[in-house]
T-cell receptor, first 115, second 111 residues
Framework: NAGVTQTPKFRVLKTGQSMTLLCAQD?????MYWYRQDPGMGLRLIHY???????AKGEVPDGYNVSRLKKQNFLLGLESAAPSQTSVYFC??????????????FGPGTRLTVL | QKEVEQDPGPLSVPEGAIVSLNCTYS??????FMWYRQYSRKGPELLMY????GNKEDGRFTAQVDKSSKYISLFIRDSQPSDSATYLC???????????FGSGTRLSIRP
């Protein structure tokens, strides 16, 4: 099993450009999450999905959109990138958080720089 | 005020030492407490998961929660260079609510 994979690993954008980050998991997990990690801020939840076809806002959703057309994939889009979106983005998935001690499995991250 | 506070470090100790990592949290409604380990340029991985107060031991690692003082601790015995990583504490209200992460403590074990 590959677990959670993310593409691309690195990306440099200019202000105003758009891009899509792809997350894929092969564990048949229901829940998927997008986080951003910034120095001194910890991990902050951007958007999440509780199943195929569903999405919901997290703590810092502004400037991002997401889609979950297939259970195994969760896409994060930046329509018009801003320097404040320079960060490391992590995708995570979990089986069912309402069943006992849920574990979130994280991908390796995407390092995004917006100039 | 952040909901979970964590000293960013860095913390550097010699191999074999006992390491103590700590967090404080603000809301007494938090019920679940976690420690994640994150190696450089990697994603976090779950290390320990505890519910409510008390201790939980797993090999060289012990997680401790003191709800009366809103204090979370992780102890590492016989520390190894391979333990060098950033450790993030985390908490949540219920098993289905979002996870709130601390900012992480960078730990270095000197051979």
């Amino acid at each position: 099993n590959a677990g959670v994979t993310q593409t691309p690993k690195f990306r440099v954008l200019k202000t105003g450009q758009s891009m899509t980050l792809l997350c894929a998991q092969d564990m048949n997990h229901e829940y998927m999450y997008w986080y951003r990690q910034d120095p001194g801020m910890g991990l902050r939840l951007i958007h999440y999905s509780v199943g195929e076809g569903t999405t919901a806002k997290g703590e810092v959703p502004d400037g991002y959109n997401v889609s979950r057309l297939k259970k195994q994939n969760f896409l994060l889009g930046l329509e018009s990138a801003a320097p404040s979106q320079t960060s490391v983005y992590f995708c995570a998935s979990s089986y069912r958080p309402d069943e006992g001690t849920d574990t979130q499995y994280f991908g390796p991250g995407t390092r995004l720089t917006v100039l | 005020q952040k909901e979970v506070e964590q000293d960013p470090g860095p913390l550097s100790v010699p191999e074999g030492a006992i390491v103590s990592l700590n967090c404080t949290y603000s809301n007494s409604a938090f019920q679940y407490f976690m420690w994640y380990r994150q190696y450089s340029r990697k994603g976090p991985e779950l290390l320990m998961y505890t519910y409510s107060s008390g201790n939980k031991e797993d090999g060289r690692f012990t997680a401790q929660v003191d709800k009366s003082s809103k204090y979370i601790s992780l102890f590492i015995r016989d520390s190894q260079p391979s333990d060098s990583a950033t450790y993030l504490c985390a908490t949540r209200y219920s098993s289905a609510s979002k996870i709130i992460f601390g900012s992480g403590t960078r730990l270095s074990i000197r051979p």
